[in-house]
Nanobody, 129 residues
Framework: QVQVAESGGGLVQAGGSLRLACTVSGLRGGFEYYSMGWFRQAPGKEREGVACIERTGSSTFNEDAVKGRFAISRDNAKNTLYLQMNSLKPEDTAMYYC????????????????????WGQGTQVTVSS
């Protein structure tokens, strides 16, 4: 069974930075064989893709709202995904999750993960104005 654990969230002022981390276990074949994504969900809104990275880390994708501010990376030796968030805005306030993902043409949750519904607890990011 896939298990994910997100960490690193917190309360920060607008313009500040946070670095999120997500450790993953239980992926068939291993973490390094999956593209991974960060997703977020604000109160009253649907979950949306934020950033995605392909298996080797050679290609990354960011949704327009975070381009130039967020950077996704991964350490396959540690089964860990990261999201460096700079120049944070109040509209970035949300619960952040990671999941196996597809990166193109839009960031989306891998079907097998979505169907299994084994999301982690997420990590809360709150940006004050």
């Amino acid at each position: 069974q896939v298990q994910v654990a997100e960490s690193g969230g917190g309360l920060v002022q607008a313009g500040g930075s946070l670095r999120l981390a997500c450790t993953v276990s239980g992926l068939r074949g291993g973490f390094e064989y999956y593209s991974m994504g960060w997703f977020r969900q604000a109160p009253g809104k649907e979950r949306e893709g934020v950033a995605c990275i392909e298996r080797t880390g050679s290609s990354t994708f960011n949704e327009d709202a975070v381009k130039g501010r967020f950077a996704i990376s991964r350490d396959n030796a540690k089964n860990t995904l990261y999201l460096q968030m700079n120049s944070l805005k109040p509209e970035d306030t949300a619960m952040y999750y990671c999941a196996p993902a597809g990166c193109s043409p839009r960031i989306y949750v891998s079907t097998f993960f979505s169907e299994a519904d084994t999301w982690g607890q997420g990590t809360q990011v709150t940006v004050s104005s």
